[in-house]
């Protein structure tokens, strides 16, 4: 009987430990599982058509690197803050997890705590719709580059820069106004466009003042290289209108002649999208009904 018992329990034991066992590579399986990329589809609808392909598919990565995004650690956020010249009293949103600032010249400073994003705007200037200096986007431009380097805000992975105006009225009417200039910077990794939300935009208003600086990417760190989705593969989701598209919807034909890798950042917090991960990108020129030539490109998550 000693004997059956000891069996028993030494049976058990090693099924405990074997549960134990199976349970802990679960875990650290998904602990590690990259998580699906949820890519928003475009809210307009994606037009029915066949698409000629002149891209070369030759010579397209097989495998790329995926990037973690790192929670911001004891960063003095108030020296940002200061950078802009503002002050007051600190208050922390607990619910949004972010730091604001208010001072009483009407400026706004916010830090999100999770992510390190980070606005500052300055109302009063931003809401002057009567501007009397307003600088040419080139010059909008260069002031934008000159101060993210001078308060050490510039950093080396932009490589793309658009200039958007922030205007009223309408240039038939002959009452069209720019009351600022956006200007936006977009970041790659080595070489690759990173799409989604990750950029800085500054606003440069009356007198070439900085009235908006917007922070929306998070830093990164590299994770792992892991096989990727081949590109015939991907295409085929832009056939079935499976994939995230601009294409204008009253398009009847349109070529794809680019495809390329590229990296989506998404909106969401870190632990909803804990990784910088590669997408396929579909790029080429659609035509509609009324024979106007217009670009689009659609994005297909790389990694299934």
């Given amino acids: 009987m000693t004997m059956r018992k000891n069996i028993k329990i030494y049976l058990l034991s090693f099924l405990t430990i074997l549960i134990i066992f199976a349970i802990s590579f679960v875990l650290y399986i998904n602990s590690n599982k990259i998580p699906k990329l949820n890519i928003p589809m475009p809210g307009q609808e994606i037009p029915q058509i066949d698409y000629k392909v002149t891209a070369k598919f030759d010579n397209l990565p097989t495998e790329a690197m995926v990037y973690r995004f790192k929670k911001p650690q004891d960063v003095d956020f108030y020296s940002i803050a200061k950078k802009f010249g503002i002050s007051g009293d600190v208050k922390y949103d607990s619910e949004n997890k972010r730091y604001t600032i208010n001072d009483e010249s009407g400026r706004y400073f916010e830090y999100e705590v999770e992510t390190g994003k980070w606005l500052y705007i300055d109302f009063k200037e931003k809401n002057n719709y009567e501007p009397q200096n307003i600088p040419s986007d080139e010059d909008s431009k260069r002031i934008a580059i000159e101060f993210l380097k001078k308060e050490g805000l510039y950093n080396e992975r932009f490589n793309y820069c ?3 105006p922030e205007a009223s009225g309408d240039k038939l009417t002959n009452d069209y106004k ?4 956006d200007v936006y910077f977009y970041p790659s990794i080595n070489g690759k466009p990173v799409y989604g939300v990750s950029r800085i935009m500054v606003s440069v208003g ?3 003042k900085i009235i908006e600086v917007d922070k929306l990417y998070k830093d990164i760190e590299e994770y792992k290289k892991v096989k990727i989705v081949p590109a015939e593969k991907a295409l085929e989701k ?3 209108r499976q994939a995230s598209n601009n294409i204008n919807p ?6 794809i002649n680019k495809v390329f890798l590229a990296y989506w950042e998404d909106a969401g917090t870190i632990e909803e999208q804990p990784y910088l991960q590669p997408v396929w990108v579909f790029a080429g020129e659609a035509v509609t009904e009324d024979g106007k030539y217009e670009s689009f490109d659609a994005v297909v998550p790389a990694i299934e």
């Fill in 206 to 208: 009356d007198n070439g």
């Fill in 162 to 164: 658009t200039v958007v």
């Fill in 238 to 240: 832009v056939k079935k």
């Fill in 178 to 181: 720019i009351h600022c200039w």
């Fill in 250 to 255: 009253r398009a009847k034909s349109a070529t």
